[in-house]
């Protein structure tokens, strides 16, 4: 069973997103394990305080080392050989390639989730990757982690149901994204079904298919 950890100040963030669909279906399944590590717990002093401001100067607040490194040191003891992952916009960019790795891996992963306007620069000495997914800048590191557990987990055998489904998905082969897909009814206020899908012909269908499916810009 894969086991995933989240470092975050807002664990109840994720409740609605693991515990519905197919996130609920893996932990079901013991596909997947996850475990909420809740940053203000390793907080310090009276008030669990998490954050401070920047040396030389600056807007904002950093996350502090002592309560991530006693976050880290908490998640690790749980899954000593896990991962550590963070999020920021520094980091690799995030693609189907690293989610089907990943997936694929035994491996446990704890993802934190910076705040504020970042964490302190030496949390990166226990931190394996940097991952960011996409150039623009989020509140916090939740969504992030979100994103990538969600393209993760769909990715384990058994999980997604059809196994075929996900082989087929835009960025499966890293080149292709997925042709159009109709449903019933076939004439929708007269918008058609193309013709060709209704026909039952496989092969005709296939080829519709490949000369919808639009390549990725590179
Ligand atoms: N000051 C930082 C900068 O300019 O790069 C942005 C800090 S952001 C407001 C707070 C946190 O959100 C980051 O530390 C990171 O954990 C997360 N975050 C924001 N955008 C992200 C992205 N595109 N990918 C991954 N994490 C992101």
């Not at 197919?22 to 390793?42: G, P, T, Y």
């Not at 499966?172 to 013709?195: C, H, I, N, R």
Request: net charge negative.
């Amino acid at each position: 069973m894969k086991k995933i950890q989240v470092i975050t100040l807002f664990p109840e963030m994720f409740d609605g997103v693991l515990n519905a669909s197919m996130l609920w279906k893996a932990q079901e399944q013991k596909a997947v394990e996850f475990r909420m590590v809740n940053l203000r717990d390793f907080g310090l002093g009276p008030r669990k305080r998490v954050d401070d401001t920047p040396y030389g100067g600056g807007d904002g607040m950093l996350l502090m080392p002592e309560p991530l490194f006693a976050a880290v040191k908490d998640a690790k003891t749980y899954d000593p050989t896990a991962k550590v992952v963070i999020m920021t916009p520094r980091g690799q960019r995030w693609k189907q390639s690293l989610a089907q790795e990943w997936s694929d891996s035994e491996t446990g992963y704890i993802f934190i989730c910076g705040r504020y306007e970042g964490y302190d620069e030496r949390i990166l000495t226990v931190v394996d990757e940097q991952v960011s997914v996409g150039d623009y800048v989020l509140t916090g590191g939740e969504l992030p982690a979100m994103t990538i557990i969600d393209s993760i987990v769909r990715l384990i055998p058994g999980v997604l149901g059809g196994e075929n489904s996900a082989a087929i998905e835009s960025f499966s082969d890293g080149e292709t994204l997925e042709f159009p897909q109709y449903t019933k009814p076939a004439d929708f206020k007269g918008m058609k079904v193309p013709e060709v899908l209704l026909s039952g012909n496989h092969a005709q269908i296939a080829k519709w298919r490949e000369n919808n499916s639009a390549k990725v810009e590179k």
